[in-house]
């Protein structure tokens, strides 16, 4: 099985000697991890940063084995956010969320297109359009809930509905803490928000 596609660095695991094993979040074929070659050497390094836009070549001769990867470098997103330690730890707390809840080798319709959509508005703002995507998601995954069940006002309504409205940071605090119940209920069997290590950087922004 060979296949070719734009993806995001989510996770870098070193194995064997010069070898590592990784997993990339795809535009057409979901999360996938497979084996890396040279990943330790000095010309590879910038480009296995996690977070950085790729292209992948995927290669198996067994749909049930894990398979290897070639890759090059389209866009250093670690880079990009490099001098900014909120903007990054926000980038790396979207990686780690995308790699513990979406199963590997599973498409989600408009998941990476929302992703890359939340990663240019990541170059202007940073806890809003985090915490939109979050949501939205969750939802996506299947952990979605009904905003009309919880007693929220419009605006955040309209917030989480995708409206261009005003807004109070402590209209986000209420997002993140809605989004931390949707992880807690329903994967509770899955993860233990306390692994989102980057995630919980958020919420001391977000306690200023």
């Given at each position: 099985?060979?296949?070719?596609?734009?993806?995001?660095?989510?996770?870098?695991?070193?194995?064997?000697?010069?070898?590592?094993?990784?997993?990339?979040?795809?535009?057409?074929?979901?999360c996938?991890?497979?084996?890396?070659?040279?990943?330790?050497?000095?010309?590879?390094?910038?480009?296995?940063?996690?977070?950085?836009?790729?292209?992948?070549?995927?290669?198996?001769?067994?749909?049930?084995?894990?398979?290897?990867?070639?890759?090059?470098?389209?866009?250093?997103?670690?880079?990009?956010?490099?001098?900014?330690?909120?903007k990054?730890?926000?980038?790396?707390?979207?990686?780690?969320?995308?790699?513990?809840?979406?199963?590997?080798?599973?498409?989600?319709d408009?998941?990476?297109?929302?992703?890359?959509?939340?990663?240019e508005?990541?170059?202007?703002?940073?806890?809003?359009?985090?915490?939109?995507?979050?949501f939205?998601?969750?939802?996506?995954?299947?952990?979605?809930?009904?905003?009309?069940?919880?007693?929220?006002?419009?605006?955040?309504?309209?917030l989480?509905?995708?409206?261009?409205?005003?807004?109070?940071?402590d209209?986000?605090?209420?997002?993140f803490?809605?989004?931390?119940?949707?992880?807690?209920?329903?994967?509770v069997?899955?993860?233990?928000?306390?692994?989102?290590?980057?995630r919980?950087?958020?919420?001391?922004?977000?306690?200023?």
């Amino acid at each position: 099985m060979r296949w070719s596609d734009t993806a995001y660095l989510i996770s870098v695991l070193p194995s064997k000697e010069n070898t590592s094993v990784i997993k990339v979040f795809s535009e057409y074929h979901g999360c996938y991890s497979g084996i890396l070659f040279g990943s330790t050497s000095k010309k590879k390094k910038p480009d296995l940063q996690l977070g950085n836009k790729i292209k992948v070549h995927y290669n198996s001769k067994n749909e049930d084995r894990m398979g290897y990867f070639s890759i090059e470098l389209i866009e250093n997103n670690s880079i990009k956010f490099f001098n900014d330690n909120k903007k990054l730890n926000i980038l790396l707390a979207s990686i780690e969320l995308i790699s513990k809840v979406m199963p590997e080798r599973q498409t989600y319709d408009g998941t990476f297109k929302d992703f890359n959509l939340f990663i240019e508005k990541l170059e202007s703002d940073s806890l809003k359009p985090y915490l939109l995507w979050e949501f939205n998601f969750l939802k996506k995954m299947g952990y979605g809930i009904d905003l009309n069940d919880l007693k929220l006002n419009n605006k955040i309504k309209d917030l989480l509905y995708g409206k261009n409205v005003d807004f109070l940071f402590d209209d986000l605090k209420i997002i993140f803490d809605l989004n931390t119940q949707v992880i807690s209920n329903g994967l509770v069997e899955t993860i233990n928000i306390s692994n989102l290590k980057n995630r919980l950087k958020i919420l001391k922004y977000l306690n200023g």
